[in-house]
């Protein structure tokens, strides 16, 4: 009796804890809805005041991405620090700047910006240089230029640094991981099916080193962009042509005659302007505007001018696609076909809008979701026109998707093309041995128990998956030839897998024009038979995933791999293994055009 009477007393502490527990958890979550309440309504009513002399303070953080802001979006006084930029919003906001009278000048100020992919960098120059027609001046400060920031920096009229700063211009690089002899010791066997001598990324599961083909392929389209990249830099700072390449190779010698500061090698080598202080810089803002008084230039941020703009009327309809192409609905990097889909009918539908201009930014995904954006695209190309405008990446789903376009405009610097198709499917049947676990089954026909990742495959259920890769690509294929009016000789010829950028792959016929996403806008435009200064309208999904959007925006908290100090290119590499094999195991058919490219930093 007495070790019940214990036990009783052991489970009332935990049920006590529990109830206080549930209380506490309870009056958190309440507090946590009091303040985004609050936030939300601050945000709300609050209207920044845009005084004259106004710099606008481009002080952008976190991951430059396509898609707009969401309307459900988090507060910002809520937002993580790392929160992203929207691309579309920036460039409307330069643009709007260039206009106002109110906006003397731009100062960039980029500390807090740690992605932007190459051809959105293009795209940001652009929008600097149209602002620059205005007349009215650009400066750019920070305490380093990572190699993505002085791209955009490049372009002000005057760079400052910290006096113990750095500019890190270091070229492009392609990495990869190979599991295959890992996988091996631990007994798992990956099965894999592909279409294209260039579609090399499976190999990382299967072998330990890389493929020919991959290092061709790699060294051929970094050698462009990086060429598209370094003549970006040159021409914005009126260097040279190859002073950029130069300066990297002989980095050392010119650090030992600078004594080892990094700042004074920058400004030797005309990267820079000069070096100061983040309070010495507004002295000579302030100067060189013609202030007397300290304190007359007022610095209006980003977040509040970006406030002003409005993007919710137009004749052309913008739909954004981004992230991995999957089925079903959306969800934060993540585009679904669902969703997609039922945007695309909306512009079809709405009789005010005249056109629809598709913004691709994705490595591709599943073959049947990308036929099913494609064939909505098709169908609205035969009502208006529809214009594909490539960002950073449209390749191997990105790219199938944009075929269901009128017209196909890419970036000298978008990664696209890898026309090829690829299945994963492991089994573990030397994994239960090494474990020492037996199996069994009973089943009425071969094809009920093929699925079964645990037993060997089947060499029927290896003929299916083999000619289901091999009927995917000859789709692909011919959906190619049919949209750009090309035998399927020559598109076999082009595709393979391989990766091309924008330039390499409007000279092999790929894709119509090299232009941004402005060229983009005024191509609808003209095709449509608008008048010039038509407006866009961006459609987003209504109905958001919060609990998505919450991952999204906090999931660097909850980050084990960054705290033991892993980089963040191998987390990358190391979330795709892992969710292709997982998809895989879930499902062995699925088959994938995809990728599996990073955009470039």
Not at 40 to 51: A, D, E, N, V
Not at 122 to 134: C, N, P
Request: hydrophobic share 45%.
């Amino acid at each position: 009796m007495f070790i019940f009477r214990w036990i009783g007393k052991a489970f009332h502490f935990v049920a006590t804890c529990l109830k206080y527990f549930n209380k506490t958890l309870l009056y958190v979550l309440e507090l946590i809805v009091i303040v985004v309440l609050v936030a939300g309504l601050f945000s709300f009513f609050h209207t920044p005041q845009i005084q004259p002399n106004s710099i606008l303070l481009l002080d952008l953080q976190g991951t430059v991405k396509e898609s707009p802001t969401n309307e459900a979006a988090l507060p910002l006084a809520l937002a993580p620090a790392n929160s992203s930029v929207s691309l579309h919003e920036l460039l409307a906001t330069i643009d709007k700047a260039a206009k106002d009278p109110l906006v003397s000048g731009v100062l960039l100020k980029l500390d807090g910006l740690d992605k932007v992919g190459l051809a959105s960098t293009i795209e940001i120059g652009k929008a600097l240089d149209r602002y620059k027609v205005s007349g009215k001046p650009i400066w750019a400060w920070g305490t380093n230029f990572s190699q993505a920031q002085y791209a955009i920096v490049a372009h002000a009229n005057e760079i400052y640094m910290h006096p113990m700063g750095e500019v890190f211009v270091k070229g492009l690089a392609s990495n990869r991981l190979y599991y295959g002899d890992l996988l091996k010791a631990l007994g798992v066997n990956v099965h894999v099916f592909k279409a294209g001598a260039y579609k090399s990324f499976p190999e990382s599961f299967i072998a330990n080193k890389p493929s020919k083909e991959w290092i061709e392929s790699e060294r051929f389209w970094l050698d462009d962009v990086w060429k598209t990249l370094a003549r970006e830099i040159e021409n914005s700072r009126g260097l040279m042509p190859g002073s950029i390449t130069q300066y990297i190779e002989t980095l050392p010698t010119r650090l030992q005659n600078a004594n080892g500061d990094l700042a004074t090698t920058a400004l030797n080598a005309n990267l820079i302007d000069g070096t100061q202080t983040f309070d010495q810089m507004i002295k000579t803002i302030e100067n060189k505007l013609g202030l007397k008084q300290k304190g007359e230039a007022n610095l209006v941020s980003y977040a509040d001018y970006a406030a002003r703009l409005n993007t919710q009327s137009g004749e052309i309809a913008v739909v954004i696609a981004e992230g991995e192409i999957q089925e079903g609905e959306s969800q934060a990097g993540v585009m679904g076909a669902e969703s997609l889909v039922k945007l695309i009918d909306r512009a079809r539908e709405n009789k005010n809008i005249k056109a629809l201009v598709l913004r691709v930014n994705s490595p591709g995904g599943s073959a049947v979701a990308s036929e099913l954006i494609r064939h909505a695209l098709e169908r609205t190309k035969a009502v208006k026109p529809v214009v594909v405008s490539m960002g950073d990446m449209a390749a191997s789903g990105g790219y199938w998707i944009s075929m269901g376009g009128s017209r196909v405009l890419a970036s000298e610097a978008t990664v696209t093309g890898s026309i090829g198709v690829f299945g994963l499917a492991p089994t573990f049947e030397r994994t239960l041995q090494l474990a020492k676990i037996g199996q069994a089954a009973v089943t009425t026909t071969w094809l009920a128990n093929a699925e079964r990742l645990s037993q060997p495959m089947d060499p029927r259920m290896e003929s299916i998956l083999t000619q289901s890769v091999a009927r995917t690509y000859s789709n692909f294929i011919n959906v190619v030839a049919q949209s750009r009016k090309l035998s399927t000789q020559y598109v076999q010829s082009v595709a393979q897998g391989r990766v091309w950028t924008g330039t390499q792959a409007q000279s092999r016929q790929l894709v119509d024009q090299i232009g941004n996403f402005g060229d983009a806008l005024s191509l609808a435009r003209s095709l449509a038979k608008m008048d010039t200064n038509a407006g866009a309208v961006y459609l987003i999904d209504s109905k958001p995933d919060f609990g998505s959007m919450i991952r999204e925006n906090f999931g660097d908290w909850f980050n084990p791999l960054g705290l033991v100090g892993v980089p963040e290119s191998v987390q990358k590499e190391l979330k795709q293994g892992h969710s292709l094999l997982q998809k895989a195991e879930g499902r062995s058919q699925l088959i994938f055009v995809h990728s599996l490219l990073q955009p470039l930093q």
